[in-house]
């Protein structure tokens, strides 16, 4: 058997047993009990138990498509209209005025959610839950946004609803 802390401040217990090992008691031997027989020929099984979270909801995701990626998108690209190519050089400033909604998405992945993951997993944005979109990746990027991109990303509430 091993434990594993896969997500910062997340616990995640991982249990290697064989088959016959695997003894489901309560209300869910019946819901389990053909499943499990299905699994009797695997050598080793993995159990998983973590604590469930709400997944990110489709408000959610157009909210971060259609009002923080377009308006970070937006600041990047004026940035680019501000900057001294002397300073920073034509291509940064080319690559600025020329990006595109994906572009800003993987910038944002990088630079905030990238730190709410362990550094041998994939950093995706589909893996954070309901608080965590908001609090920890919202909220940053918002404040981000306002301070360095000179762009005011509306809160949930405030956008315009379809």
């Known amino acids: 058997m091993a434990t594993e802390v896969t997500r910062k401040q997340e616990i995640e ?9 695997l003894k489901i ?3 869910c031997s019946a819901v389990f009990a053909k499943e499990i027989q299905q699994l009797q020929d695997c050598k080793e099984l993995e159990v998983v138990i973590r604590k ?6 489709s408000a959610a995701n157009r909210y971060y498509w259609g009002e923080i990626v377009n308006k970070v998108t937006y ?4 940035m680019g209209y501000r900057l ?3 300073l920073v050089g034509e291509i940064v400033i080319d690559m600025l005025k020329n990006c595109t909604p994906e572009q800003a998405h993987e910038l ?3 630079k905030f959610a990238s730190r709410l993951f362990e550094e041998t997993e994939k950093v995706t944005t589909t ?7 908001g609090e ?6 918002s404040q981000w946004a306002a301070e360095e991109l000179n762009v005011i990303i509306n809160k949930p509430d405030e956008t315009k609803k379809d």
Not at 52 to 57: A, D, F, L
Not at 75 to 78: A, E, H, P, Q
Not at 127 to 133: C, F, N, Q, W
């Open 13 to 21: 217990l991982r249990y290697y047993i064989k088959p016959e090992e």
């Open 25 to 27: 008691t309560g209300l």
């Open 52 to 57: 469930r979270k709400k997944v990110r909801s």
């Open 75 to 78: 600041g990047l690209k004026m």
């Open 84 to 86: 001294d190519p002397e």
């Open 108 to 110: 944002l992945k990088s």
């Open 127 to 133: 893996k954070l839950g309901s608080r965590e979109i």
């Open 136 to 141: 920890e990746y919202f909220e940053p990027i």
